[in-house]
């Protein structure tokens, strides 16, 4: 927890200092409670650092419209924007022409290239893996072949996106299946990757009997 204070803080404040205006006032403004709350269970937990990632940033879209969105992660050759939704007082009252506006917002994000992500703050505080999956299957569908960085081979590489896409723990006839291959080959690769530390295991002792990907190992994804 203190690791991800002095982080945040760090994060914040680097932004602060190359902003201005506008710019500097939506982020002092609009960087606030749901925000925070996705770096901290969603975020940290997940990829471990907020290189790439920028708050409140300001983006023009297809019509020349300035908009700011909650987040940004930009590293080539994608743009991927994540919004924070709220539901209180506010987003309860929110009259029809503000509700059409958001909507043609992110139409407009996405015409022009972005792909667009949504949490509920709610998810966020109260299911904070399901939201932590999403995020995982973002970067592995996007960033998966970054794996080749701890010389991972094709197929670990294929097992690895297959762990970062299903909910469900690993089994070896699962990997069996998917590959082609035999079961005794599937848990060899499973070891493998074991031993790499991307997957732990979620059940078993003596004999292991499926796979998680490891929390460490999810950070090689970025």
């Not at 080539?76 to 929110?94: K, L, M, Q, S, T």
């Not at 703050?121 to 893996?129: E, F, S």
């Not at 991307?198 to 994804?221: C, T, V």
Request: net charge positive; with cysteine; charged share 30%.
């Amino acid at each position: 927890m203190m690791e991800f204070v002095k982080e945040h803080e760090n994060f914040v404040r680097f932004h602060e200092e190359k902003r201005s205006g506008e710019r500097l006032r939506r982020l002092k403004e609009g960087h606030g409670y749901a925000e925070k709350q996705f770096m901290h269970h969603i975020w940290w937990p997940l990829i471990g650092h907020f290189r790439h990632l920028h708050p409140e940033y300001e983006v023009r879209d297809f019509q020349d419209n300035t908009r700011f969105v909650d987040f940004v992660y930009l590293r080539p050759p994608h743009r991927i924007c994540f919004e924070i939704d709220g539901y209180g007082p506010h987003a309860r009252d929110i009259d029809r022409s503000r509700f059409g506006d958001n909507l043609m917002r992110q139409n407009q994000l996405v015409l022009d290239e972005w792909k667009v992500f949504r949490f509920s703050l709610d998810d966020i505080t109260q299911h904070p893996g399901r939201c932590q999956q999403v995020v995982l299957n973002i970067m592995a569908r996007w960033y998966g072949d970054q794996t080749q960085l701890i010389s991972l081979t094709h197929r670990e590489k294929e097992i690895t996106r297959l762990a970062a896409s299903t909910i469900d723990p690993l089994k070896p006839q699962v990997v069996a299946d998917h590959l082609g291959i035999r079961v005794e080959h599937a848990r060899k690769w499973l070891h493998s990757l074991h031993s790499k530390g991307i997957i732990m295991p979620a059940s078993g002792e003596q004999r292991i009997r499926s796979y998680i990907l490891d929390p460490a190992g999810r950070k090689l994804f970025v």
